[in-house]
């Protein structure tokens, strides 16, 4: 069965901290990994990962993919109170002729002043 | 803004009852994605369509059903409520339903059922 798995579930910060969530995946004909960041109801848009090994970097968000090992981290540096929101992980994945995308139950960020 | 637009934005409606959401996608995207979101779980996938057809399904239970139109918005319709459909859902798309393709997601529509 094919699933993505968050953590931590939920994570409280300061301000100026660096935090780094995880995502780990099990599925069958992987094509992407994606994040996106859920703040008060619409998810948008962060990364998308297909290759192993290159960090794709917005601003003070950046993220990693290790297709060896199954798994993706998202990394927020210097955190604002702006950054707390749920980060959402989905992984992409060839099923029966046509793309799925699974997501994960995500990471609550709260950054506090 | 992510230019799709889902109505209504909040709807509340006894058991037993049945209800449409609509959803309009971006100008030009041919996809549309149904997503459910419960409070304990993350999004679920339901269907998506492309260009008028059925795509993928995912677990989408037999009581709801979805179509999209010749005009590519998309509706979809949930009968026979039961308190266990409460939930945010979410109509994404995206311009050709292949993968690769970042999904733009809608503000969704708050169900409750009571």
């Known amino acids: 069965e094919d699933k993505v798995v968050q953590s931590p579930l939920s994570l409280v910060v300061h301000e100026g901290d660096t935090v780094t969530l995880n995502c780990s995946y099990e599925v069958t004909n992987f094509r992407s990994l994606l994040w996106y960041k859920q703040e008060k109801k619409a998810p948008t848009f962060l990364f998308m990962l297909t290759s192993s090994g290159i960090e794709k970097k917005s601003g003070r968000l950046s993220s990693i993919l290790d297709k060896k090992e199954l798994f993706s981290i998202l990394n927020i540096t210097a955190t604002q109170t702006g950054d707390s929101a749920v980060y959402l992980c989905a992984v992409e994945s060839l099923s029966g002729g046509a793309n799925n995308l699974f997501f994960g139950t995500g990471t609550r960020l709260t950054v506090i002043p | 803004d992510s230019g799709v637009t889902q109505t209504p934005k909040h709807l509340i409606t006894a058991t037993g009852q049945r209800v449409t959401l609509r959803c309009s996608p971006r100008?030009?995207?041919?996809?549309v994605y149904w997503y459910q979101q419960s409070l304990d779980q993350g999004l679920q996938f339901l269907i998506q369509?492309?260009?008028?057809?059925?795509?993928a399904k995912g677990n989408i239970l037999e009581r709801f059903s979805a179509q999209q139109f010749p005009d590519l918005h998309s509706e979809l319709n949930l009968s026979s409520l039961e308190l266990g459909d409460s939930a945010l859902y979410f109509c994404?798309?995206?311009?050709?339903?292949?993968?690769?393709?970042?999904?733009?997601f809608g503000s969704g529509t708050q169900l409750s059922v009571l």
């Open positions: 994404a798309s995206s311009p050709q339903g292949q993968y690769n393709e970042k999904l733009f």
């Open positions: 100008s030009g995207d041919l996809s």
């Open positions: 369509y492309y260009n008028g057809e059925e795509r």
